[in-house]
């Protein structure tokens, strides 16, 4: 019941220093065990949730999976340890739907200790909301643009591609652009930066083999958008998409780049790219080399 689950959280706030109190919160998949859910599922949805936490955390501190409860159903979590502070988890709230609370004095209790209406959330609704914008680019601060994205990572593209710092690769095929595709790999402050630029069409510009150079120069590619795939201060992977003036996007428009299993078809940032990329970074092999040597169409410069 949900005044067991209170229960059993105030109970656990009573434990904690009260330092770590006012940052503490809680994802509850209780309503999951009351209704017998499968234990190996129950395993999955909990590592899930925390997975999902270390990937919205702003913080190198890695979260480790905590219970409070016999059946394992209610996580703890620290927003302090994620790099957040009161409003993101406010911003939780703001679209959290289940936010009726049962009839009892340990409600009080917590909010006091907290310092919020609420302290928990469902585990499995956070992971629907939170994976995908708003929520995501609100909890990562992602910024609005892809030029103040790469100058927060400290990533210098013109001067990276300019002292062969880059790494490229371009292929005709790929899992989900429509057209030919480049990506790039740069260093960054957290470890790595892969971007990709994106075309909504094979021909003149947009043709990488006949334009392998850009994005800018003479006879330079004309690209539409780009994702962009960069490590974050804990290991984990963030994303951001933008169009090719840099602009942020939510979703890729469907002429350019597709997510198969959405209903829409569209590449929506966060889900779209956590379900590609499920285990890392996917391997590409470069396929304009050989074709950009080999002819007679480029200068050996």
């Keep these: 019941a949900a005044e067991e689950m209170v229960g059993l959280i105030a109970a ?19 309503h999951l ?17 925390i997975k999902l936490i270390n990937s919205l955390s702003r913080s190198s501190t890695i979260v480790k999976l905590e219970t409070i409860d016999p059946d394992e159903s209610i996580l703890r979590i620290n927003i302090t340890d994620l790099g957040w502070d009161a409003k993101d988890w406010d911003a939780v709230l703001a679209q959290y739907p289940y936010n009726v609370q049962p009839d009892t004095k340990l409600v009080a209790l917590m909010e006091r200790a907290t310092g919020t209406a609420l302290p928990y ?4 609704w956070f992971a629907f909301a939170a994976a995908q914008p708003p929520l995501y ?16 990572q400290g990533v210098d593209i013109e001067a990276n591609l300019r002292n062969f710092v880059a790494q490229r690769a371009g292929f005709q095929k790929s899992g989900v652009s429509q057209n030919n595709r480049l990506i790039e790999r740069h260093p960054s402050r957290s470890g ?12 003149g510009t947009q043709s990488l083999f006949e334009h392998p150079l850009g994005p800018s120069g003479p006879g330079a590619f ?16 963030a994303y951001y998409l933008n169009t090719a003036k840099g602009e942020q996007i939510e979703k890729g428009p469907t002429t350019i780049v597709r997510d198969t299993s959405r209903k829409d078809f569209a590449v929506t940032n966060g889900i779209s ?10 391997k590409a092999k470069d396929e304009m080399r050989d074709v950009s040597t080999k002819g007679r169409t480029f200068s050996r410069e």
Aim: charge should be positive; glycine fraction near 8%; charged fraction near 25%.
């Design 12 to 30: 656990d706030l009573d434990k904690l220093p009260q330092a770590r109190q006012a940052s503490t919160r809680y994802l509850t998949l209780t």
């Design 33 to 49: 065990t009351n209704i017998c859910a499968d234990k190996e599922a129950m395993k999955v949805y909990r590592q899930g949730a």
């Design 121 to 124: 959330a469902r585990a499995d």
């Design 137 to 152: 680019d609100v909890l990562l601060k992602l910024p609005k643009t892809f030029q103040a994205l790469t100058k927060e």
């Design 192 to 203: 790595y930066f892969w971007t990709s630029y994106d075309f909504a069409g094979n021909k």
């Design 222 to 237: 004309t690209h539409d958008g780009g994702e962009t795939i960069y490590s974050l201060p804990n290991g984990f992977q």
């Design 273 to 282: 790219c956590m379900g590609c990329h499920d285990q890392g970074m996917r």
